[in-house]
């Protein structure tokens, strides 16, 4: 008799956090984005970035106990701060299969990510979310990101 194996869940997970001044001076996104690229390879993680200059907004796709694992070291980076979690949810499907870590400089988000900060459930905070992950989805398909 076989026992059959289960894929883990697979979720989805969308934050939003702040520059820590000089600790992610612009030079620095190339080192963070190739050392997330790794990690989140090797833990089957896809997903994107857009940095504004001042704000991150990220998408994570992955194994639920993985996800869960890279947002606590997240958390814990003393590159940014006020971590804020909009969307840890259960999927399908990814959005961004193809890309280890994709990533949009994109400092004309920062309207739609600052006030994401104080009400990440309403109505405005929906849609905003909505055009940052179309956003980043065109932005890294535009750059040939991997």
């Known amino acids: 008799m076989t026992t059959a194996v289960s894929a883990p869940t697979l979720v989805r997970c969308l934050y939003v956090s702040r520059r820590v001044d000089e600790a992610t001076d612009p030079r620095h996104i190339d080192e963070i984005l190739q050392a997330s690229r790794a990690r989140n390879a090797h833990c089957d993680i896809t997903g994107g970035l857009i940095y504004t200059g001042e704000f991150f907004f990220q998408v994570l796709e992955g194994p639920a106990a993985a996800t869960a694992q890279v947002m606590q070291s997240i958390n814990a980076d003393r590159r940014h701060s006020h971590v804020t979690p909009l969307i840890f949810e259960t999927t399908k499907e990814r959005r961004f299969d193809?890309?280890?870590?994709?990533?949009?400089?994109?400092?004309?988000?920062?309207?739609?990510?600052?006030?994401?900060?104080?009400?990440?459930?309403?109505?405005?905070?929906?849609?905003?979310?909505a055009v940052l992950l179309h956003a980043l989805q065109q932005g890294v398909a535009q750059r040939h990101a991997f």
């Open 98 to 129: 193809r890309w280890a870590m994709g990533y949009a400089d994109l400092p004309s988000a920062v309207a739609l990510i600052e006030p994401l900060f104080k009400a990440p459930d309403d109505e405005h905070a929906h849609h905003a979310m």
